[in-house]
């Protein structure tokens, strides 16, 4: 296997692409040159191997390449056939992340000259996890592409904590939001008065670093600072722990209780209808892969 190595394709000498395992897309021919193979936009789940889809796994042990990140249990890593080629395209320790453009092109490269490409994500590849623009990037390369759903870890973080993130009596809406504002998405910023006013419960991803600022937005937006909240880390997997305080005093707590990433935050009544006893035991897996 060849780790952390991107092998750009050679056009001159591109491998002959095996027939696909029974899934449109994977289009080798025969006769003429191997056509692009298939790349499946997979989500890995939150990181407990139990949740991993049937499908994501099935895919994990027929591919030929993959292109993974930090989120994701070295346990899936080991599901892949031997000779399947590895390319960890996430952030290390001390270093950015590698730079979307970079990864596109590795999917382009690998889609060349392999039957079967698994491009795996933690949680949903389609929440927070940037397949949308992959998948309109490999279509625009005329590059079959699928998309495989997956846990994401903001119903799964709480729900392993035993907090439901609805609840007939506690919230009718939720509202999934990325708490990681950046000036360069050329976007606007996350009205956070505006939730605090339209959504009955709030389930926060990348929030730990913004938090004391989401939290004085949501009560300038008129959020009781009494509104229970709760804060996930390594859900679902070894260390996982939580903590659950009022609002007003949550941003306090997670600093005074060295809180970090990955961490959900969720906001709202459901905190108060949490039953523990429902909740499972992680499992035993290392979250996200040591850097
Ligand atoms: C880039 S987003 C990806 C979300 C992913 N696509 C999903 O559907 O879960 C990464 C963030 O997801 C959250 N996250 C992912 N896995 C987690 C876990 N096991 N426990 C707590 N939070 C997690 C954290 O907020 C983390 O910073």
Redesign the pocket.
């Known amino acids: 296997m060849s780790r952390d190595t991107v092998a750009m394709p050679d056009p001159a000498n591109p491998d002959p692409a095996s027939p696909g395992p029974g899934e449109a897309g994977a289009s080798a021919s025969p006769s003429g040159p191997p056509g692009p193979g298939t790349v499946f936009l997979v989500?890995a789940g939150?990181?407990d191997p139990e949740l991993l889809t049937l499908k994501a796994h099935r895919l994990l042990r027929q591919c030929d390449a993959l292109v993974y990140d930090s989120?994701v249990p070295q346990a899936f890593l080991d599901l892949v056939p031997a000779g399947c080629e590895l390319h960890f395209v996430g952030k290390r320790r001390g270093h950015h992340s590698v730079p979307q453009p970079s990864t596109n092109a590795v999917l382009v490269a690998l889609a060349s000259r392999h039957s079967t490409i698994v491009r795996l994500?933690?949680?949903?590849?389609f929440?927070?996890?940037r397949?949308g623009e992959e998948a309109a990037h490999l279509v625009s390369r005329g590059i079959p592409v699928q998309v495989v759903p997956?846990v994401?870890?903001?119903i799964?973080?709480p729900a392993y904590a035993g907090i439901p993130v609805t609840h007939r009596k506690a919230g009718s809406s939720v509202t999934f939001v990325?708490g990681?504002e950046e000036i360069d998405k050329g976007r606007p910023g996350v009205d956070w008065r505006g939730l605090a006013r339209c959504s009955d419960g709030l389930v926060?991803?990348?929030?730990l670093h913004n938090l004391r600022l989401i939290v004085s937005e949501l009560i300038a937006g008129g959020l009781d600072a009494a509104t229970p909240a709760a804060v996930?880390?390594?859900?679902?997997?070894r260390g996982?722990r939580q903590l659950v305080a009022p609002l007003g005093e949550l941003a306090e707590r997670v600093e005074a209780e060295g809180f970090a990433?990955?961490?959900?935050v969720v906001i709202g009544e459901v905190v108060n209808q949490r039953v523990p006893l429902c909740a499972p035991e992680p499992a035993d897996v290392t979250?996200p892969i040591p850097f």
Do not use: C, E, R
Not at 121 to 125: A, E, I, L, N, Y
Not at 232 to 237: A, C, L, N
Not at 261 to 264: E, K
């Open positions: 989500g939150p990181g989120l994500k933690g949680g949903d590849p929440l927070f996890g397949g997956g994401t870890a903001g799964a973080a990325t990681h926060i991803y990348m929030g996930i880390q390594q859900g679902t997997v996982q990433s990955p961490s959900i979250m």
